[in-house]
């Protein structure tokens, strides 16, 4: 079968490859992947920075953010059936013993991820996943289904800023909220605000006032700030940095209004140092720090239900940050990054 593979930890070994097709063991099922996201994570990979084989293996099967068809039930399987549309979660555990439902949380060195760590992705005309970590999704939101793995974290960053906020003092009602980054998951962030109810939304990037990504901030109701021509002004509730560059990072704490949250969703891998000094007295104003990567499988579901709910409130919307789709033979265009991408995606087996 034709996968997307790299040779771990070495640079321009991207390569579309013939490899073996799996075959499901005991709880495990067989997987066609309909359509796989490209995300920075696997720019880090390709760019030889990230990311592992399985073991005795030479190449990783990239794609961990996949929407899939269950082609084949493993002995023992009984949670999905033949023909489900599902997302499975990325990280498994090897020798964490946490429940399923907290395996976000795992030591480093105790888990596994599908193209990142250890066990193939989806980025493969066939795959095996366990089949205790396959979300299912309804038909209707078959077109944006495979944003829900990077939703995924978003949820959970969303989920942790509410909640721990609120558990400081019963009374902090966030109202003002900076998103910082346009590309997948701060739209997404954008998307899930929204439907959280918040109106009062700004979010940045380094795009003209009439590019894609100002538009569609502009659809949802929020004010989008290009930061090469204007600067942000003010301070906010909460702050979501979704660029997974260090600097935004600090200026992402710089905005915090007192009382305020910041959720960082990237993985800051660019070697830049800050000086967090400057930062540091303004501890006495409350304000709390948490960042997100990785979600649980209960993030994945409340991923689906926003897709769900999103398709019928934003008309369209979400599908509008697919931006480019291939097919498996083009895997090398998907795999280059533009500003004015968003997501792009591989279409393996149209439905
Ligand atoms: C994935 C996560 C993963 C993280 C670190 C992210 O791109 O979405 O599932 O845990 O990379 O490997």
Redesign the pocket.
């Known amino acids: 079968m034709k996968a997307v593979t790299v040779i771990p930890l070495t640079r321009d070994s991207l390569a579309l490859r013939d490899m073996p097709k799996p075959s499901p063991g005991r709880g495990q099922v067989l997987l066609r992947p309909v359509e796989v996201g490209v995300?920075?994570?696997d720019k880090d990979i390709i760019e030889g920075r990230?990311g592992a084989p399985p073991p005795g293996e030479e190449y990783l099967i990239l794609g961990?953010?996949a929407l899939a068809e269950v082609a084949e039930l493993g002995q023992g399987v009984d949670n999905v059936g033949v023909g489900d549309l599902v997302v499975p979660t990325?990280?498994r555990p090897l020798t964490c013993t946490l429940p399923i439902n907290e395996l976000d949380y795992c030591p480093r060195g105790t888990y596994a991820?599908h193209g990142?760590?250890y066990l193939h992705g989806f980025a493969a005309e066939y795959a095996v996943s366990d089949a205790r970590f396959l979300v299912r999704v309804p038909k209707e939101i078959r077109d944006v289904a495979v944003l829900t793995?990077?939703l995924s974290?978003v949820e959970k960053g969303v989920d942790l800023a509410l909640r721990l906020g609120k558990a400081r003092f019963t009374s902090w009602s966030p109202r003002r909220v900076l998103i910082m980054g346009a590309g997948p998951i701060g739209m997404l962030a954008l998307m899930v605000m929204r439907l959280r109810g918040f109106t009062d939304i700004v979010i940045t990037a380094t795009r003209p006032y009439d590019s894609l990504k100002a538009k569609l901030a502009r659809d949802l109701g929020a004010k989008y700030v290009n930061v090469n021509m204007d600067q942000v002004e003010g301070e906010f509730d909460i702050v979501i940095e979704a660029t997974g560059s260090t600097a935004a990072a600090y200026e992402a704490i710089k905005h915090l209004g007192p009382d305020g949250v910041a959720v960082l969703l990237g993985?800051y891998l660019d070697g830049k140092n800050v000086n967090l000094a400057p930062l540091l007295d303004d501890w006495r104003r409350n304000k709390l720090i948490i960042g997100a990567?990785?979600?649980s499988i209960d993030a994945f579901r409340a991923g689906v239900e926003d897709l769900v709910k999103a398709k019928f409130e934003f008309n369209g919307w979400v599908r509008r940050l697919i931006t480019k789709e291939v097919t498996l033979d083009e895997y090398e265009y998907a795999y280059s990054w533009g500003h004015d991408d968003i997501k792009s995606v591989i279409q393996i087996t149209p439905l």
């Open positions: 995300c920075g994570t990230y961990h953010e990325v990280r991820e990142i760590w793995e990077p974290i993985i990567t990785n979600a």
